[in-house]
């Protein structure tokens, strides 16, 4: 599992005209390309009547599947330049579908290009992109009368605090980057000179915007 990467939030879209052209894109978190060929045909239904609805995806830890689709349009002016785009940002698990109604003025190669760069970015910035890093999850559980001087430290810290249990004794569930835990422990005992107990819990991806 990678340490850290970057994608799109779950879903979004956005629109732009150029020279009377609706350039309409949609951005879509995807993990298979099955998903990914889903989401196409999806807004192919959608837009039936449209132009063209090019596309283009990039999936797996080290990008294995990379397709695009020019849907018409002349050979490498959309589906490779969408895909440039999701290269340039470094999205992973990404896919976009840009939707092209005529306006009934020809762009040109370069005009094409630069319509479907430029719409990718404009929906990718509108859906939002988040990172998501490999975190190992921490119970640290401490006396009621750590709980205050804990709770300061974390949130000015590196470190997520995630939820408290109120129990007998005061449970912290906290998250650390993957790698980070022997410095945490560390940390953490020598700020409570050794009074908590420690545990613990899940790995998995947290999501931060960027």
């Not at 999936?59 to 002016?77: F, L, Y």
């Not at 940002?89 to 009934?104: E, H, M, N, S, W």
């Not at 998250?175 to 545990?199: C, P, R, Y």
Request: hydrophobic letters at 35%; a negative charge.
């Amino acid at each position: 599992m990678l340490p850290n990467y970057f994608t799109v939030k779950q879903e979004g879209s956005d629109e732009v005209v150029i020279q009377k052209s609706r350039f309409i894109g949609y951005v879509k978190r995807v993990e298979t390309e099955e998903e990914a060929q889903l989401f196409i045909h999806s807004i192919k239904k959608k837009h039936h009547d449209a132009t063209h609805n090019c596309s283009a995806y990039m999936i797996g830890e080290r990008d294995q599947i990379q397709k695009a689709n020019d849907d018409g349009e002349p050979s490498g002016t959309a589906g490779v330049p969408i895909l440039e785009v999701i290269k340039k940002r470094q999205l992973k698990d990404t896919a976009v579908v840009i939707t092209r109604y005529f306006g009934g003025t020809k762009l040109g190669a370069g005009g094409l290009i630069r319509a479907y760069s430029s719409t990718t970015s404009q929906a990718i910035n509108t859906t939002g992109v988040v990172e998501r890093r490999l975190m190992k999850e921490i119970f640290v559980t401490a006396d009621y009368s750590l709980l205050g001087k804990l709770e300061n430290v974390l949130i000015n810290s590196s470190y997520i605090l995630d939820h408290i249990e109120y129990l007998d004794t005061v449970r912290l569930s906290i998250f650390v980057e993957e790698g980070k835990q022997e410095e945490f422990t560390n940390w953490i005992i020598d700020l409570t000179s050794n009074q908590v107990e420690l545990a613990d819990g899940t790995t998995k991806y947290l999501e931060i915007d960027v």
